[in-house]
């Protein structure tokens, strides 16, 4: 089977053949049907038309005869002498005179060649059973059943009315056979009426064959309901007779019979019966030969549609043929591109279809051998990409693992600045309070690397602002500090003081200076022991100029050109992607600056750095350490309900504003936040925003439905970097924040803000 489907569906000629073929075939097989149902219904109506004639040539030599009978027997009861034996009514005379008119019949008959005789004759008295207690009749023998049957034709007859003929003919059905009945009347010579006088003759074989003679065809006369005459050829079986009469007389018109081999259409009809008998008449056959007409009209039409059919699969395969010469041709073009062969073309023979499907393909081609060079530099370009993309994947994983490691930091590094500063103002020793010192700055160190890591791990929407660059330099410092390091490279910075902000975002001018560094520093270690990089800023008009200089081995002329380039590199592979610089250079031009980069080959590369700057001076907020001295008087009165999930950080702030004069309540949850709420009444909340169960934002959405006096007495504090969502949520509610690890005395400073509110 999948063998026929295969063949069906190989090729564009057998798709078109075989469907037209077949719609031929269907076509010829409606055709010889539709004839055959023709043929079959013409002869159905030609077969009754000729057994209607047929019957109607019956009647009339029926009616003929009957005629010639009443004639006959009309003159020969006319004679005086038949006249005078039938008045006598003596029965002995009506006996003998019946005797010789019977006899002068057949003598008639013989001479006639008509084989057919005449039954009995029967003669009524016009004064009925009266004085003859029963008609007279010839023969004697078995009488009552023709006196039976003739009772209808002789009432008829010796009771006339103005409808009613005084000469009467019936066909009746006496002992299983048929006979034409003739009554006449018979009157005196001053017509006075003597009596009826019937005759009976046998309808039989010589009817039949004289209606054979005529029309050709036979015939079955049937009498109760049998047949009694036949002139079908072979053996007749009775009973099939007997069915068909019923059948035809049911109310079928005609019907199809085969009989000895035979085939006829036959019909039924009936004698004229004044008693109504349906048990008398004759059924018509018409022979026809059911194969004859319509198989050689078949066999014609056969012919001749296979004859179409093969001239026109000729012809359509010759069509196809020409249509299909152009797709082979394009089939074998497109196997050799599929090769690889691009120079292929398919020759245009024509303007039709094929022909602008050719054009077509050869454009294609065409453009196929120039997309195909593109695709290959696009691959070249790609697999570049997807190591970098590697690269990327790599350094964002790792960025999210310090983030992680950094924030979970910031907890104890927070406990450590803390009793750190605590410890300061104890009384101890000088040794101590330098050890104490060197204590506090390292935590000061950790926490400017843990949040310079954090800040620069973090992905940012990008959000401008004014931002000071000597604190970025300084924290990306912070992140690179080991790597410059182990890389024997020394850092050089000249930072002026008075420099403006400028309106930028902080992320990606980190990420810049962290590229220029790196690749400041991997320059120097992989061409020399150990090396120099020095970073200027500097106020240039408008502009804060950042200049990174390092003594490394330099640019190249050639690479100069194309230094910014995108995926350019003169690294190793699976080094450098060549992304870096291309996207620093797209990052600073977004903040309307520039970068240029100046080098001379074994005498290191200068990259200078071009921002906008804006009007203000962080100088003085950075300068400002705050102040640092112990006042028990500071929180006198003030109670502060302190909520963390560290206890370590807990202690550590309870110590220290103890010592300034504060009351604290702490709670490690948000639940026992509320407890206490409940229990005290409170001038402060300190809430870490990171906790388990309620967090930071669900308590303040609490307090702000439950409490709503404390909503602008709350303080957040958290180890994370503060997300968008999350600064968004503090500006538009005017609330403080802050970032562990923070110095005490920054605490301290914002529950004085909100006590100046209150």
């Not at 019979?257 to 085939?263: F, P, Q, R, S, T």
């Amino acid at each position: 089977m999948a063998n026929r489907v295969n063949f069906l569906t190989s090729s564009l000629r057998t798709k078109v053949l075989v469907p037209v073929i077949a719609v031929l075939i269907s076509i010829l097989a409606m055709t010889i049907w539709f004839v055959d149902y023709r043929l079959k219904q013409q002869i159905e109506i030609d077969a009754r038309e000729a057994l209607n004639t047929d019957d109607v040539v019956f009647r009339k030599l029926q009616a003929n005869h009957l005629n010639y009978l009443r004639l006959r027997f009309q003159s020969l009861a006319n004679e005086p002498k038949n006249r005078s034996a039938f008045g006598t009514h003596d029965f002995n005379t009506i006996q003998k005179q019946l005797a010789s008119i019977l006899d002068e019949e057949s003598a008639l008959k013989q001479n006639a060649a008509r084989d057919e005789k005449l039954a009995f004759a029967l003669f009524t008295p016009a004064d009925g059973p009266e004085k003859n207690k029963e008609p007279m009749i010839q023969p004697p023998n078995n009488g009552e059943p023709f006196v039976a049957a003739c009772a209808t034709n002789v009432a008829r007859a010796l009771h006339p009315d103005n409808e009613t003929s005084l000469n009467l003919v019936d066909t009746v059905a006496v002992g299983g056979k048929l006979y034409n009945l003739i009554s006449i009347s018979v009157d005196t010579p001053e017509h006075i009426p003597i009596g009826i006088l019937t005759f009976g003759e046998e309808i039989g074989d010589v009817t039949a064959q004289e209606y054979g003679t005529v029309t050709g065809k036979p015939i079955v006369f049937i009498a109760g309901g049998k047949p009694v005459a036949s002139t079908l050829p072979g053996k007749t079986d009775d009973f099939q007779m007997e069915s068909l009469f019923r059948q035809l007389n049911v109310g079928t018109s005609v019907a199809r019979v085969a009989l000895a081999k035979e085939h006829y259409f036959c019909a039924v009809s009936g004698f004229t019966s004044l008693k109504g008998d349906s048990g008398i008449g004759y059924l018509l056959f018409n022979s026809y030969d059911p194969s004859a007409s319509a198989v050689e009209t078949q066999q014609l039409l056969l012919a001749a549609c296979i004859i179409a059919i093969i001239i026109g699969s000729v012809i359509v395969w010759f069509f196809v043929q020409r249509a299909t010469a152009p797709l082979l041709e394009l089939r074998d073009s497109a196997e050799a591109v599929g090769r690889g062969d691009f120079s292929r073309r398919v020759a245009v023979h024509s303007r039709d279809e094929c022909g602008e499907l050719a054009k077509t393909f050869n454009q294609m081609t065409e453009n196929i051998r120039s997309a195909q060079a593109q695709l290959q530099q696009t691959v070249t370009t790609l697999k570049t990409t997807q190591a970098q993309l590697v690269q990327s994947e790599k350094l964002s994983a790792v960025g999210e693992f310090v983030a992680g490691v950094a924030h979970e930091l910031n907890n104890p590094l927070a406990a450590v600045m803390g009793f750190s500063e605590l410890l300061k103002d104890a009384p101890v020793d000088e040794k101590h309070r330098r050890h104490l010192d060197l204590i506090f700055k390292s935590s000061q160190r950790c926490r400017k690397i843990v949040q310079s890591l954090l800040s620069f791990a973090r992905r940012h929407q990008p959000e401008r602002k004014p931002v000071v660059i000597n604190l970025l330099i300084e924290e990306v410092l912070e992140i690179v500090a080991y790597q410059l390091r182990t890389s024997n490279v020394e850092v050089v910075c000249r930072l002026a003081a008075d420099l403006p902000l400028t309106l930028a975002d902080g992320h990606q001018v980190q990420q810049v200076l962290l590229n220029l560094i790196n690749n400041a520093r991997q320059a120097i270690e992989a061409h020399q022991e150990s090396g120099r990089i020095t970073i200027t800023t500097e106020r240039s008009g408008q502009f804060i100029r950042i200049t990174i200089q390092d003594n490394g081995p330099g640019i190249s002329p050639e690479n100069m050109r194309r230094i910014f380039d995108p995926f350019f590199t003169t690294k190793e592979v699976g080094k450098g992607t060549g992304l870096g610089l291309s996207l620093c250079y797209g990052l600073i031009k977004e903040h309307g600056g520039d970068i240029i980069v100046t080098s001379q080959p074994g005498h290191g590369a200068t990259f200078t750095i071009a921002l906008p700057a804006t009007e203000g001076s962080l100088a003085a907020d950075v300068a400002n350490p705050g102040d640092t001295s112990v006042n028990p008087q500071e929180g006198a009165g003030k109670i502060i309900l302190l909520v963390d999930d560290e206890n370590i950080l807990l202690e550590m702030i309870r110590d220290d504003l103890q010592r300034h004069g504060y009351e604290v309540i702490i709670a490690n949850n948000g639940e026992a936040a509320f407890r206490e709420l409940q229990m005290h009444e409170i001038d402060a909340i300190c809430c870490d925003i990171k906790m388990p169960g309620l967090n930071g934002r669900q308590v303040y959405d609490r307090i702000s439905t439950s409490q709503p006096k404390y909503v602008r007495r709350i303080i957040f504090m958290t180890g994370d970097v503060i997300n968008q969502s999350l600064q968004y949520f503090l500006e538009q509610e005017h609330l403080a924040c802050l970032n562990k690890p923070f110095p005490l005395r920054d605490l301290r400073a914002a529950l004085r803000a909100i006590f100046s509110k209150i």
